[in-house]
């Protein structure tokens, strides 16, 4: 349990049964990135959300204030090739408005470190959008690690 600015808040891992967390969860992406179309209109079946939960490689966290989820991140453990180690990929990150800048995110990616190291991760790595209104999230992760330039391209499939 943290406490920062006088908000207590608990982070931890979703597991196998967590659904209506992790639901919870992708609500809270929906709203923070304004994106209902990707999170909300098809929602995935509970036997394919506790398959997730299930596997190792994928790993939610949650920020509960009072009981309530109000932030999390959604990772991913990718095996390396060129040596036996791996990455972690913060897909997802995300708090609500009335709880930034309380330590919520910094604390998720502390405890997401933990997970990581004990998987064999080397690093952590996030993008951040250019935009201002992302100007926060940029800061955080500077804050946190190095910053590198690069290109990001979105390949359809179909």
């Known amino acids: 349990m943290k406490t920062t600015e006088s908000v207590t808040f608990v982070v931890s ?3 196998c049964g967590d659904i209506a967390s992790f639901r919870e969860l992708n609500l809270i ?16 079946s509970d036997n394919y959300l506790n398959g ?20 999390g991140l959604v ?16 897909y997802d990150l995300a ?19 933990k997970i990581a190291h004990e ?6 790595y996030v993008q951040a959008d250019k935009a201002e209104e992302d100007l926060p999230a940029q800061k955080l992760y500077e804050s946190l690690g190095k910053r590198e330039d690069v290109f990001h391209y979105d390949i359809a499939v179909n």
């Not at 992406?29 to 995935?44: I, K």
């Not at 009335?98 to 470190?113: C, S």
């Not at 998987?119 to 952590?124: K, M, Q, R, S």
């Open 29 to 44: 992406f929906s709203e923070v990135f304004e994106d209902t179309a990707n999170y909300q209109s098809r929602p995935p």
């Open 119 to 124: 998987a064999g991760a080397w690093v952590i």
């Open 75 to 90: 990772a991913y453990v990718l095996d390396k090739f060129e040596q036996e180690r791996s990455e972690v990929y913060i």
């Open 13 to 15: 891992r979703l597991g």
């Open 95 to 113: 708090v609500r408005e009335k709880f930034r800048r309380r330590g919520i995110a910094r604390n998720l990616i502390f405890e997401l470190r």
């Open 52 to 71: 997730l939960l299930a596997k190792q490689h994928i790993i939610a966290l949650v920020a509960r204030v009072d009981g309530r989820i109000e932030g």
